[in-house]
């Protein structure tokens, strides 16, 4: 089992900057590919980013790319998602997810483990 925690969210001026974090413990966390997704009300979950085990190969959304950035620590056992040039679009309930396979995918079935979601609100 690895569990998952989320911080880092909060309310922000569109144009502003977040970056959040997400803790995790259990199993090896270094061995997992870890994933960022988002929900907003009344739409599909979808992918936002993700990085392999050892950090390599990081992806984006199109929606997200050149202004979002992926990141891990393996000493720390956690992962970021830095959040620059926020849209009002950008507002859901951001999750990160692990992968026991170690290689990133922007599948949601791709993922084993779920953290509770962290809100993001933009404001225009």
């Known amino acids: 089992q690895v569990q998952l925690v989320e911080s880092g969210g909060g309310l922000v001026q569109a144009g502003g900057s977040l970056r959040l974090s997400c803790a995790a413990s259990g199993r090896t966390f270094s061995n997992y590919a870890m994933g960022w997704f988002r929900q907003a009300p009344g739409k599909e979950r979808e992918f936002v980013a993700a990085i392999s085990w050892h950090g390599a190969g990081p992806s984006y959304a199109d929606s997200v790319k050149g202004r979002f950035t992926i990141s891990r620590d393996n000493a720390k056992n956690t992962a970021y998602l830095q959040m620059n040039s926020l849209k009002p679009e950008d507002t859901a309930v951001y999750y990160c997810?692990?992968?026991?396979?170690?290689?990133?995918?922007?599948?949601?079935?791709?993922?084993?483990?779920w953290g509770q979601g962290t809100q993001v609100t933009v404001s225009s």
């Open positions: 997810a692990a992968r026991g396979s170690g290689w990133a995918t922007s599948e949601l079935r791709g993922y084993d483990y």
